[in-house]
């Protein structure tokens, strides 16, 4: 799992940067201001989360078991599902697919809490 994590953290954070880049210079002329502030969120969403898959990557070996291995899949769901949504949001101009938004938080959310439970179960 320790290897995955870490591979999936690194392509996470290469995409992050992308996405950041790609906000910052292709869409500043194409999108509405609200909805570049939206895709630059998910980017800035995305990166963090590159970094937590990266410290559940080491974790996973420190605090063995089921929490820890959850984390790093939730913080990856998270990400398809919080990034993804804004992404799409905001390159398409749909504004219910920011209903899919929330999902991608609460999985955020559980991951770091799977990381503090994992933690006290040592």
């Not at 990557?57 to 769901?77: D, I, K, Q, T």
Request: with cysteine; charged share 10%.
């Amino acid at each position: 799992m320790e290897r995955l994590f870490i591979i999936m953290g690194a392509l996470s954070g290469a995409i992050g940067v992308a996405a950041g880049a790609f906000g910052a210079h292709a869409l500043r002329a194409r999108v509405e201001p609200r909805m570049l502030e939206v895709f630059e969120t998910g980017a800035r969403y995305q990166m963090y989360h590159a970094l937590a898959m990266l410290a559940a990557a080491w974790m996973v070996s420190r605090f063995p078991g089921a929490l820890m291995n959850a984390s790093g899949w939730l913080f990856m769901a998270g990400t398809v599902l919080f990034s993804g949504s804004l992404y799409a949001m905001a390159l398409t101009g749909v504004r219910a697919l920011g209903a899919i938004t929330p999902l991608g938080g609460v999985c955020f959310i559980a991951g770091w809490a799977c990381i503090a439970l994992a933690a006290t179960k040592r």
